[in-house]
């Protein structure tokens, strides 16, 4: 195999899972570290560098970067690296003077932002501090898009959103409450430089079954929270079904616990391991008496004298043949109720932007959007959020937001938009002396730390009682350690190597094996233990200078726990901090390396790279 | 953080033997040696051979004497039963323990200081009482532990850190072993696991002594540029002269079906140690012209490594004496020591 080139940030980046699966690429280990020491409002700034609402992910993000982390595969439940989020936010002390200073003196671009939710506000966020001027047009009359209208308060508190959304509106934003948009020709023929589209994907799927233009009672999902976030709808009936079983679902039944509900049954075509739901939000249904009715697949509203009165389902058999899910009709039933929620999915629509001025939209009526600048087919025209892709999160509305901010950056200032800024990494020894690091780097055993919920009692006699009461600081201190500091990074390098074996000998998790090169496939299957996991890369070193074997490592379950490094007589292994260094509109890479994180000097062996390939 | 001790945390997909335990479930306790030792990596090929054989742990006794190699006992199977002799008598207990309970599986683990030197004598009669023991030497050419002093198996010309050569002939415990008519020798390479695990293996299953001698360098003190037992001359130097693999008893049809075989050896319980090729004028079983070939080519200056000696019709020291095949220690004490009276009677037949 080709030696490893970990001097392209990609590899070492890849090995920090948790950071690579967040969209936004936030440093977790780091902040965790942070956390761990007690500076919350650093570990606070550090995540909103990336992610820009930790306040407001720590509660509610869909965290992919947890099933990413390297702790799954280890003993089977990932750090929760979500909630450490949250005990930043809630901890930390006042952020004013650390936010981005916007100049007094504009540079004289006018940007338009159609939305006020998570993707629009990150394109403020990043373009404000450059001297831009941004104006938000917001068809409701408060900003936060669907973390306000559609995530319910018991979830996300509003003082929350209210101050995260403020950070940004304060760098002097221009939002335009309660002015929609209803003419993109009308906008484009205004004075602004660039346009950023951030709408979201407002509307509901239907149920055009039998009955359901017959009666009243028969809400979409995310109208309906809408309308209980706007007070407009407050109680519900007694019998409540829910169709569709993902996370809108999920807030729906749990919403209507609160306003009334009873008998509530979330409603699912197949069985649970299909759900689209997140594991732990169906948890939180469960735990507050929501029935959850698999394979069930809606036939018709029930329908008596112009009242809704029940809906009749297909009982269905899933089997699988030659790969492919069939169902089969078992009988059919019928299920009484007294209200119907759909929540079977959202769809994108632009009435507001004519088909004639350039903007191309696709046979599903999407816009055709480019993957990496986030430009439309006319130039100057960028989307982001769910209204680029479909419905998404939060999380990834954030990132769409950065490249859109990049792109628009290079746009006004006469730059291709495809000059993407390189990446930088830099790597430093974490070795403090003889056997210490910089890190906690013992493995604690302990199990995931479980989340406190209010008391069922209290939770439903308001809609906004928080139902998350946070980590306490012995659970804080418990889950930190059980971090493995992906980002401390075992680094190699071959002609220090004696070939002792003692590294290899010492790694409780088998990762390491000295052995004659071959292509990977080969590889693969001939160390210490076989390296079956193809998500995970292999190291491979140079010829090792007395045998001309080389080292490799499985990256799959290593620990970081240093041992290697400890047990090396030479020093070939080093356990080395690594940060890739991401860069944002008008904030290259290297402007962090030379001011944030300066590199010791005397540590030539130490590299500080800037690289131009994409992560 | 300060020094770890290795976490109990393993890899999920670790094998597991027919006795369902892992590599990991073999190990002992953190070493406290220098980090590369060869030692180390030596316990590690203990480690993997006693899993493949499928040990039980606690019928294991492990043995030893004084030294940076004789510690490492307290580094494998820490379920079993062991006895660190004061220097280099680990020979006498290892007899003791042998008489006492033939069934338990001997492991000594000694170095050279400790074999060579002050356990010279005890080493020779071990070997010629043909005790059924593993007997490790891990040879590093110093006294590791007491901060590299020349051993007696330092070569001459071979120097000290500080420049100054040895000038005494060394003892080779491998033609040492021969000449007193051991049953089982070998000589192996710390860095060399994939030759050492068999041979570590078949010296286990072989009825007798075993006796494996390991190169096995001492980072601190023997592992400079003018030393002849770094790893780096003992990589240039090694000749691997009788590699074999080790077919236990579980496949023993398979391996006897194997054509061209150059020598197979059957040992006492079925398994069967198969020479993967050994030299045309070098036959491990005829102890002269083993004893010869391998002189030669020590006189060429190659370190000469692999499984060199094996006799498996001797009897050990049970089949020596005629000792009940019930180990002693089940025999209900009034057998063993039958009393004042008996002696009394047996005394008298001598008057
Ligand atoms: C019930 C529900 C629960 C969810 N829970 C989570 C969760 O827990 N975690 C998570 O990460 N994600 C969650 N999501 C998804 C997440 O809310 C969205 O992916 C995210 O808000 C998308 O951000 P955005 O900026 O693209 O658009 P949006 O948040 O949808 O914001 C778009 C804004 O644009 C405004 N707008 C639309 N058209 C116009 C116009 N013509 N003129 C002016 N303004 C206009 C809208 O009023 C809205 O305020 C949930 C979604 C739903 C429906
Ligand atoms: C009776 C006695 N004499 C001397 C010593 C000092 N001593 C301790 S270890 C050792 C030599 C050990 O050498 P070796 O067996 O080669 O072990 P190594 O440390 O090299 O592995 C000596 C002389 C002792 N402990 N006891
Ligand atoms: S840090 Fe080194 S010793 Fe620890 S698990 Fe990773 S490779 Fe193994
Ligand atoms: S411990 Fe160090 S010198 Fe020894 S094999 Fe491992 S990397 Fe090489
Ligand atoms: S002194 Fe030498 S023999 Fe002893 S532990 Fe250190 S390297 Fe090994
Ligand atoms: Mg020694």
């Given at each position: 195999?080709?030696?490893?080139?970990?001097?392209?940030?990609?590899?070492y980046?890849?090995?920090?899972?948790?950071?690579?699966?967040?969209?936004?690429h936030?440093?977790?280990?780091?902040?965790?570290?942070?956390?761990?020491?007690?500076?919350?409002?650093?570990?606070?700034?550090?995540?909103?560098?990336?992610?820009?609402?930790?306040?407001?992910?720590?509660?509610?993000?869909?965290?992919?970067?947890?099933?990413?982390?390297?702790?799954?595969?280890?003993?089977?439940?990932?750090?929760?690296?979500?909630r450490?989020?949250?005990?930043?936010?809630?901890?930390?002390?006042?952020?004013?003077d650390?936010?981005?200073?916007?100049?007094?003196?504009?540079?004289?671009?006018?940007?338009?932002?159609?939305?006020?939710?998570?993707?629009?506000l990150?394109?403020?966020?990043?373009?404000?501090?450059?001297?831009?001027?941004?104006?938000?047009?917001?068809?409701?009359?408060?900003?936060?898009?669907?973390?306000r209208?559609?995530?319910?308060?018991?979830?996300?508190?509003?003082?929350?959103?209210?101050?995260?959304?403020?950070?940004i509106i304060?760098m002097?934003v221009?939002?335009?409450?309660a002015?929609?948009?209803?003419?993109m020709?009308?906008?484009?023929?205004?004075?602004?430089?660039?346009?950023?589209?951030?709408?979201?994907?407002?509307?509901?799927?239907?149920?055009?079954?039998?009955?359901?233009?017959?009666?009243?009672?028969?809400?979409?999902?995310?109208?309906?929270?809408?309308?209980?976030?706007f007070?407009?709808?407050?109680?519900?009936?007694?019998?409540?079904?829910?169709?569709?079983v993902?996370?809108?679902?999920?807030?729906c039944?749990?919403s209507?616990?609160?306003?009334?509900?009873?008998?509530?049954?979330?409603?699912?075509?197949?069985?649970?391991?299909?759900?689209?739901?997140?594991?732990?939000e169906?948890?939180?249904?469960l735990?507050?008496?929501?029935?959850?009715?698999?394979?069930?697949?809606?036939?018709?509203?029930?329908?008596?004298?112009?009242?809704?009165v029940?809906?009749?389902?297909?009982?269905?058999?899933?089997?699988?043949?030659?790969?492919?899910?069939r169902?089969e009709?078992?009988?059919?039933?019928?299920i009484?109720?007294?209200?119907?929620?759909?929540?079977?999915?959202q769809?994108?629509?632009?009435?507001w932007?004519?088909?004639?001025?350039?903007?191309?939209?696709?046979?599903?009526?999407m816009?055709?959007?480019?993957?990496v600048?986030?430009?439309?087919?006319?130039?100057?025209?960028?989307?982001?959020?769910?209204?680029?892709?479909?419905?998404?999160n939060?999380?990834?509305?954030?990132?769409?937001?950065?490249q859109?901010?990049?792109?628009?950056h290079?746009?006004?200032?006469?730059?291709?938009?495809?000059?993407?800024?390189?990446?930088?990494?830099?790597?430093?020894?974490?070795?403090?002396?003889?056997?210490?690091?910089?890190?906690?780097?013992?493995?604690?055993?302990a199990?995931?730390?479980?989340?406190?919920?209010?008391?069922?009692?209290?939770?439903?006699?308001?809609?906004?009682?928080?139902?998350?009461?946070?980590?306490?600081?012995?659970?804080?201190?418990?889950?930190?350690?059980?971090?493995?500091?992906?980002?401390?990074?075992?680094?190699?390098?071959?002609?220090?190597?004696?070939?002792c074996?003692?590294c290899?000998?010492?790694?409780?998790?088998?990762?390491?094996?000295?052995?004659?090169?071959?292509?990977?496939?080969?590889?693969?299957?001939?160390?210490?233990a076989?390296?079956?996991?193809?998500?995970?890369?292999?190291?491979?070193?140079?010829?090792?200078?007395?045998?001309?074997?080389?080292?490799?490592?499985?990256?799959?379950?290593?620990?970081?726990?240093?041992?290697?490094?400890?047990?090396?007589?030479?020093?070939?292994?080093?356990?080395?901090?690594?940060?890739?260094l991401?860069?944002y509109?008008?904030?290259?890479?290297?402007?962090?390396?030379?001011?944030?994180?300066?590199?010791?000097?005397?540590?030539?062996?130490?590299?500080?790279?800037?690289?131009?390939?994409?992560? | 953080?300060?020094?770890?001790?290795?976490?109990?945390?393993?890899?999920?997909?670790?094998p597991?033997?027919?006795?369902?335990?892992?590599?990991?479930?073999?190990?002992?306790?953190?070493?406290?040696?220098?980090?590369g030792?060869?030692?180390?990596?030596?316990t590690?090929?203990?480690i993997?051979?006693?899993?493949?054989?499928?040990?039980?742990?606690?019928?294991a006794?492990?043995?030893?004497?004084?030294?940076?190699?004789?510690?490492?006992?307290?580094?494998?199977?820490?379920?079993s039963?062991?006895?660190?002799?004061?220097?280099?008598?680990?020979?006498?207990?290892?007899?003791?323990?042998?008489?006492?309970?033939?069934?338990?599986?001997?492991?000594?683990?000694?170095?050279?200081?400790?074999?060579?030197?002050?356990?010279?004598g005890?080493?020779?009669?071990?070997?010629?009482?043909?005790?059924?023991?593993?007997?490790?030497?891990?040879n590093?050419?110093?006294?590791?532990?007491?901060?590299g002093?020349?051993?007696?198996?330092?070569?001459?010309g071979?120097?000290?850190?500080?420049?100054?050569p040895?000038?005494?002939?060394?003892?080779?415990?491998?033609?040492?072993?021969?000449?007193?008519?051991a049953?089982?020798?070998?000589?192996?390479?710390?860095?060399?696991?994939?030759?050492?695990?068999?041979?570590?293996?078949?010296?286990?299953?072989?009825?007798?002594?075993?006796?494996v001698?390991v190169?096995?360098?001492?980072?601190?003190?023997?592992?400079h540029?003018?030393?002849?037992?770094?790893?780096?001359?003992?990589r240039?130097?090694?000749?691997?002269?009788?590699?074999?693999?080790?077919?236990?008893?579980?496949?023993?049809?398979?391996?006897?079906?194997?054509?061209?075989?150059?020598?197979?050896?059957?040992?006492?319980?079925?398994?069967?140690?198969?020479?993967?090729?050994?030299?045309?004028?070098?036959?491990?079983?005829?102890?002269?012209?083993?004893?010869?070939?391998?002189?030669r080519?020590?006189?060429?200056?190659?370190?000469?490594?692999?499984?060199?000696?094996?006799?498996?019709?001797?009897?050990?020291?049970?089949?020596?004496?005629?000792?009940?095949?019930?180990?002693?220690?089940?025999?209900?004490?009034?057998s063993?020591?039958?009393?004042?009276?008996?002696?009394?009677?047996?005394?008298?037949?001598?008057?």
């Open positions: 195999m080709q030696p490893t080139d970990v001097t392209n940030p990609r590899y980046h890849k090995v920090v899972d948790c950071q690579w699966g967040c969209p936004a936030t440093n977790v280990p780091e902040y965790i570290r942070l956390i761990a020491q007690g500076r919350y409002t650093e570990s606070y700034l550090l995540n909103r560098a990336s992610n820009v609402f930790p306040g407001i992910l720590g509660r509610t993000c869909d965290r992919p970067c947890e099933p990413a982390c390297r702790r799954t595969r280890v003993d089977g439940k990932p750090v929760a690296i979500c450490l989020k949250r005990v930043a936010a809630d901890l930390r002390d006042d952020v004013s650390f936010l981005p200073k916007v100049p007094e003196r504009k540079n004289g671009k006018r940007i338009a932002l159609v939305g006020a939710g998570p993707a629009s990150t394109v403020a966020n990043d373009l404000m501090p450059l001297g831009y001027e941004c104006v938000v047009f917001e068809k409701l009359d408060r900003p936060g898009g669907l973390m209208t559609n995530i319910p308060a018991f979830r996300l508190p509003a003082s929350v959103l209210d101050e995260e959304v403020a950070m304060d002097g221009d939002l335009r409450l002015t929609p948009v209803t003419s020709r009308a906008l484009l023929a205004e004075d602004y430089d660039a346009v950023f589209v951030g709408s979201g994907a407002p509307k509901g799927k239907e149920l055009d079954v039998p009955g359901r233009w017959d009666a009243k009672r028969i809400h979409i999902g995310i109208e309906w929270l809408e309308s209980v976030h007070e407009h709808v407050t109680s519900i009936g007694e019998r409540v079904l829910i169709i569709g993902g996370n809108t679902a999920m807030d039944c749990r209507s616990r609160r306003l009334g509900g009873r008998d509530i049954k979330v409603m699912a075509r197949r069985s649970r391991k299909y759900f689209k739901a997140s594991p732990w169906l948890d939180d249904a735990e507050e008496g929501v029935e959850i009715v698999e394979n069930h697949a809606p036939r018709r509203f029930v329908v008596e004298n112009g009242r809704l029940g809906m009749e389902f297909e009982r269905l058999a899933w089997s699988e043949k030659d790969g492919k899910q169902s009709v078992i009988d059919t039933v019928t009484p109720c007294d209200d119907v929620i759909l929540a079977i999915g769809e994108n629509a632009f009435p932007i004519e088909r004639d001025i350039g903007i191309a939209f696709d046979d599903a009526g816009p055709v959007v480019d993957r600048t986030m430009q439309c087919s006319r130039p100057g025209v960028f989307f982001g959020g769910d209204a680029a892709w479909g419905p998404e939060i999380i990834w509305a954030v990132e769409h937001g950065h859109a901010a990049i792109s628009i290079n746009y006004c200032q006469g730059l291709p938009i495809t000059d993407r800024p390189s990446y930088g990494m830099n790597l430093v020894s974490a070795k403090v002396g003889m056997h210490a690091w910089r890190y906690s780097n013992d493995y604690s055993p199990p995931r730390a479980a989340m406190t919920h209010v008391e069922l009692t209290q939770r439903f006699q308001k809609l906004n009682v928080e139902v998350e009461l946070g980590f306490t600081a012995e659970q804080t201190a418990h889950e930190v350690e059980r971090c493995l500091n992906c980002d401390i990074q075992t680094h190699f390098t071959a002609p220090l190597c004696i070939e074996d003692a290899v000998d010492v790694c409780p998790v088998n990762c390491l094996t000295i052995t004659t090169d071959g292509p990977e496939e080969d590889l693969r299957t001939r160390l210490s076989p390296a079956l996991n193809r998500t995970q890369e292999i190291y491979v070193s140079a010829a090792l200078p007395q045998t001309q074997r080389v080292m490799v490592k499985d990256e799959d379950v290593c620990l970081h726990c240093g041992l290697c490094a400890e047990r090396c007589p030479t020093a070939a292994w080093d356990m080395r901090e690594f940060t890739v991401i860069p509109a008008g904030k290259p890479a290297s402007y962090e390396l030379r001011t944030a994180n300066p590199i010791p000097s005397g540590l030539s062996s130490q590299l500080a790279v800037r690289s131009s390939q994409p992560l | 953080m300060t020094s770890i001790p290795k976490p109990s945390v393993r890899h999920p997909g670790l597991r033997n027919a006795l369902g335990l892992t590599t990991r479930d073999y190990e002992g306790g953190m070493s406290t040696l220098c980090a030792c060869g030692h180390d990596s030596i590690a090929a203990i993997q051979a006693v899993w493949e054989l499928d040990l039980p742990p606690h019928r006794a492990k043995l030893s004497g004084i030294g940076c190699s004789s510690k490492t006992t307290a580094y494998f199977m820490r379920q039963h062991g006895f660190n002799a004061v220097h280099g008598r680990m020979p006498a207990v290892a007899s003791g323990v042998h008489a006492a309970n033939r069934e338990l599986v001997c492991i000594g683990v000694s170095g050279d200081g400790d074999s060579l030197s002050i356990g010279l005890q080493l020779c009669h071990a070997i010629r009482r043909n005790i059924n023991l593993l007997y490790v030497l891990e590093n050419g110093v006294y590791g532990l007491t901060k002093q020349f051993s007696a198996s330092a070569d001459v071979s120097k000290s850190k500080r420049g100054e040895n000038v005494q002939p060394p003892i080779d415990p491998v033609l040492l072993a021969i000449t007193l008519g049953t089982f020798v070998a000589r192996g390479f710390s860095g060399d696991k994939k030759q050492l695990v068999p041979i570590l293996k078949a010296g286990l299953a072989h009825r007798g002594f075993a006796l001698d190169i096995s360098p001492c980072v601190t003190f023997n592992d540029e003018a030393s002849t037992k770094s790893y780096r001359f003992t240039g130097h090694r000749h691997e002269l009788a590699p074999v693999d080790f077919i236990p008893l579980t496949h023993e049809i398979a391996a006897a079906t194997v054509p061209g075989d150059p020598v197979s050896v059957t040992m006492h319980d079925g398994s069967v140690v198969r020479f993967r090729s050994v030299g045309e004028d070098y036959d491990p079983t005829d102890r002269d012209a083993a004893y010869a070939h391998i002189r080519l020590q006189a060429q200056g190659e370190v000469v490594t692999g499984l060199l000696y094996i006799d498996e019709r001797a009897p050990d020291m049970h089949g020596v004496n005629g000792t009940i095949e019930e180990p002693l220690t089940r025999v209900p004490y009034a063993l020591c039958p009393g004042n009276a008996a002696l009394q009677k047996l005394q008298e037949e001598y008057r």
